[in-house]
Each structure stands twice: as C-alpha cells, then as structure tokens.
C-alpha cells in the first residue's frame, strides 16, 4: 500500500484517507459525531481517532478501512488530544472537559490507567523525546500539566500564556514549545526547571504546535490570521539559541491539523474553513498545492507504508 495523509472531517462526521502525492481521495469512513484529533500506531495498522462530542474512541484498520473498535468513558467529555508513546506500546488521551487523561494499550486498545490533572480544559498531550514525561496543554488554566508517564505521577503544573493549546517537544533539547491561544504568543520551558527560557511573538490564534521530523522547524497554524508560522527550532537570537519565528506562510481559512512527511520535505496543513488541505515546501516555506477534502478537516496524520 502506498502513503496516506488521514484527514478527519468534524462536519461530516468522516475519515477520509488521501494519496498525497496527488490528492486523490481514496477511501472515506464514517465516524462517530465530531471526529477531532487522529494518531497512528507504531506498525501503521491502526488510526486511533477521538470523537469529541460522539463521546469516543475509534480504532481504524488502515488495511480495510472499516471502525474495529470503539471505547467509551463516563468521563469522555469532549476527548481530545491523542499521543501514542511508542517505547511502552501506549495510547494518551486528553478528555478537554472532565480534565481527565486516559492510558491505552495500543494493540489492544485495553484501558490501563485512568487519573485527573486537576486543571482546567486539559486539551493536548505529547511526550518528551525519551517518553519519561508526558505533557498537557491546558486551555482554561494557563500552564502545562507535567506528568511522570510511567508511575502516572503529576510532577508540576508550570504557567505559561494565555489560553495554551498547541504543545510540541524539541527532540534535540526537550525544550516545551506551547502555543498560546488569546496572546498569541510561543512560550518555551526548559525541560529540566520547568522555568519560562523565552518567548516567542506569533500570529493570531496559534492552536498548535508540529515539529519537522529532524527537530529543526516547528509549525504552527494561525487559526484567524490564516497561516503558518515557521518556527525555527536552532535560531540564535543575541547570542543565544532560542526557538523564533523567520517566516509566515499564507494557507487557507481557519488552519489547523499539520504533519510533516516522514523525510521533511513537505508538510501537510488542514484547513477548516475552505475544506482543504494545504501542501508546503518546507524548504522554501510556500504552499504549492491544495488538496479538497471533506467538510471542516482538521485532525491530520500522515500514514508511512
């Protein structure tokens, strides 16, 4: 099978899978309401998608696709964000609403550990570059939860700017890059302190926060200016290395999910508003093709055969 971008479609309730080298659409699969945010298991096999107000969990086989599994949680309210941890074969999820995060076994799809962060809106969840810690953008309480992944252990709650949804890690340095919603501004924490190193002005609306394969770029979408800011990760800014923005790139209306291709060389930006999919020379940092998609795309993964 060749490659897929997996595009998920909260208006139509749809997954639809695209070839993108030509952006033909090639297969399309029903969801639950409000499909939101997609992650794919280590072996390719599965796409693990969260229906936020359907109030689920789907498995996808990425072979036939058809839904071969669903789990649902009276805390399931509005879950969100996904991360797959791939040393210890898991599955996160953030349910935004209920500020609860979920374990999974990733084959299985079993529950293995259920627990709240006691903030407020935990939204996202990504990982540090050796796992040991997961971290949750929450919206509605300013900061980041940070969490010992193996003992489910929270180990502090750092302020960061207002309204923080986008998280991503610098594979390199560990450093936290958080993407603050309402100031519209990047905030950087070191790894180690959990102390603010620097920050970062960006567009309007930052709602992530996607890091280049090799480390070097992290995008983030704009949602209300319509673009991407080009963050580069090695930038030294009075004599000091520091995550800063050198480019914007225009896109379409209300841009959201993003994924790079495997070697970096393009990435991949969901549009929700023009139901499009905009591709990006990230060498030359310009869009170079539009791919339609469904209504309102937004979650987005790219599938490596």
């Known amino acids: 099978m060749d490659d897929r971008l997996i595009v998920l479609n909260k208006d139509a309730d749809a997954v639809s899978y695209i070839d993108p080298e030509t952006g033909e659409t090639t297969a399309t699969v029903e969801t639950d309401f409000n499909p939101h945010e997609v992650a794919v298991s280590p072996d390719g096999a599965r796409s693990y998608v969260t229906c936020s107000l359907g109030g689920s969990l789907l498995a996808l086989d990425n072979e036939t696709h058809e839904v071969v599994d669903r789990f649902e949680h009276e805390l399931f309210d509005f879950p969100h964000g996904l991360a797959v941890r791939k040393s210890a074969g898991e599955l996160w999820l953030a349910s935004t609403y209920s500020s609860h995060m979920f374990v999974f076994d990733v084959e299985t799809m079993d529950l293995l550990a259920d627990f709240p962060t006691y903030q407020d809106k935990s939204h996202m969840v990504t990982f540090s570059p050796d796992a040991e810690r997961a971290y949750v953008a929450n919206i509605g309480s300013d900061n980041v939860t940070v969490i010992d992944a193996d003992e489910r252990r929270i180990v502090g709650d750092p302020p960061v700017g207002e309204s923080p949804e986008g998280i991503g890690v610098d594979p390199e340095t560990g450093q936290v890059l958080v993407a603050n919603q309402d100031d519209g501004r990047l905030t950087v ?9 620097n920050v970062a002005l960006l567009s309007e609306t930052p709602i992530r926060v996607v890091l280049s394969p090799d480390g070097r770029y992290a995008f983030v979408p704009n949602r209300e200016s319509n673009d991407v800011s080009v963050i580069d990760t090695e930038h030294v800014r009075d004599g000091e290395r520091r995550p800063w923005e050198i480019a914007r790139i225009p896109v379409g209306i209300w841009p959201g999910g993003t994924t ?24 030359a940092f310009e869009e170079i093709d539009r791919y339609e998609t469904g209504l309102h795309p937004d979650g987005i993964a790219y599938l490596s055969r």
């Open 260 to 283: 790079f291709a495997p070697d970096g060389d393009r990435a991949f930006v969901a549009n929700n508003k023009t139901n499009d999919v905009s591709v990006i020379d990230v060498d």
């Open 189 to 197: 924490l070191n790894p180690d302190s959990l102390a603010e190193e």
